[in-house]
T-cell receptor, first 116, second 111 residues
Framework: AQSVTQPDIHITVSEGASLELRCNYS??????LFWYVQSPGQGLQLLLK??????LVQGIKGFEAEFKRSQSSFNLRKPSVHWSDAAEYFC??????????????FGKGTKLSVIP | DTGVSQNPRHKITKRGQNVTFRCDPI?????LYWYRQTLGQGPEFLTY????????KSRLLSDRFSAERPKGSFSTLEIQRTEQGDSAMYLC?????????FGSGTRLTVV
């Protein structure tokens, strides 16, 4: 079964600073990988996804992520954080369960705080 | 707006009561999912529909939970005899294949 680890529960960065959120996954085959963002009391918004091909993936809001198979990682990065980026970020791995469901397994999330 | 719509946004119910949530997916999406998210956790898979057929259910989905998707359009999730442990955000998502679109969720509080 697949699993996702987000080692950092809470990260605080200054506005304008760079950001890297860590994600490690466990899955036997080529994974489908996702990053979602969630504002308080809201649903999840897809930031970016990796299915195959170029291992550096560009997403919305200036985010990017790099798939590193050797490290089983899919870290999320942003060169300059804005106050509006404060939210909770979830990494997820998708797998076809055999019923065609492409079920997602999520990490526990990393809460990002941004200080002025 | 053609996103995934969930109603109600919030529901407070007394322990032992039944509740029902509705999800309206993006119209052309044939796959529909329900997830549950408790405080401080990531979402956990509950069940999956392809068109009107419920093809997969998690072991988290006890016999008090039932989900339907009549005619392959909207879906309902019913919880019977609610317990305090059912308090959570219930998220619906839809897709054509890989990469879901989530709704804003229904926050259930059981008192």
């Amino acid at each position: 079964a697949q699993s996702v680890t987000q080692p950092d529960i809470h990260i605080t960065v200054s506005e304008g600073a760079s950001l890297e959120l860590r994600c490690n996954y466990s899955y036997g085959a080529t994974p489908y990988l996702f990053w979602y963002v969630q504002s308080p009391g809201q649903g999840l918004q897809l930031l970016l996804k990796y299915f195959s091909g170029d291992t550096l993936v560009q997403g919305i809001k200036g985010f990017e992520a790099e798939f590193k198979r050797s490290q089983s990682s899919f870290n999320l990065r942003k060169p300059s954080v804005h106050w509006s980026d404060a939210a909770e970020y979830f990494c997820a791995v998708g797998a076809d369960s055999g019923a065609g469901s492409y079920q997602l397994t999520f990490g526990k999330g990393t809460k990002l705080s941004v200080i002025p | 707006d053609t996103g995934v719509s969930q109603n109600p946004r919030h529901k407070i119910t007394k322990r032992g009561q039944n509740v029902t949530f509705r999800c309206d997916p993006i119209s052309e999406h044939n796959r529909l999912y329900w997830y549950r998210q408790t405080l401080g956790q990531g979402p956990e898979f509950l069940t999956y529909f392809q068109n009107e057929a419920q093809l997969e259910k998690s072991r988290l989905l006890s016999d008090r939970f039932s989900a339907e998707r009549p005619k392959g359009s909207f879906s309902t999730l019913e919880i019977q005899r609610t317990e305090q442990g059912d308090s959570a955000m219930y998220l619906c998502a839809s897709s054509l294949a890989l990469g879901y679109t989530f709704g804003s969720g229904t926050r259930l509080t059981v008192v």
